[in-house]
């Protein structure tokens, strides 16, 4: 593949996430039981897929330093949402997991996400869903294929 296509691939990529923002995670102003900024819910979806990572590893998966993400962590521990568990190989790695609360926040606010999601796409004609559903499943694809 040319260098021109593998551009027009990756402005593609960079329009889209302000473009999702934009159109599909927006209007949630008061909605929220708890309103966790974007990196706090991507914490709690990170361990929820885990279900527990040390501190490091979900600094790791968020592309953020041990001292930047500490001050997020402790917002979501003060508020019950997250716990701090000694790992069970090695005493001295502390490890994150979602509390009850946590799973529920994170279930309620998935849940007024996707209704949200679901009155946007109401909006689109039958042929705009099919060809939605079959891009984002082969992009789905595509993109798990990186490293």
Not at 47 to 59: A, E, F, I, Q
Not at 64 to 69: E, G, L, R, V
């Amino acid at each position: 593949m040319d260098i021109r296509s593998l551009n027009n691939i990756i402005d593609s990529i960079f329009s889209l996430f302000p473009l999702f923002r934009e159109k599909i995670f927006s209007d949630y102003k008061g909605k929220f039981v708890i309103k966790p900024s974007n990196l706090q819910f991507a914490i709690l979806m990170i361990l929820h897929k885990y279900n527990s990572l040390s501190v490091s590893k979900v600094g790791r998966k968020l592309c953020i330093s041990k001292p930047n993400i500490s001050p997020l962590l402790n917002n979501l521990i003060q508020e019950g949402i997250i716990r701090r568990t000694k790992d069970k190989r090695d005493k001295r790695i502390t490890n994150i997991e979602l509390t009850q609360k946590g799973k529920k926040i994170l279930h309620n606010t998935k849940n007024t996400i996707r209704k949200n999601i679901e009155v946007k796409l109401r909006a689109l004609d039958r042929q705009a869903l099919e060809l939605l559903e079959i891009s984002l499943g082969n992009t789905r694809k595509i993109v798990s294929r990186l490293n």
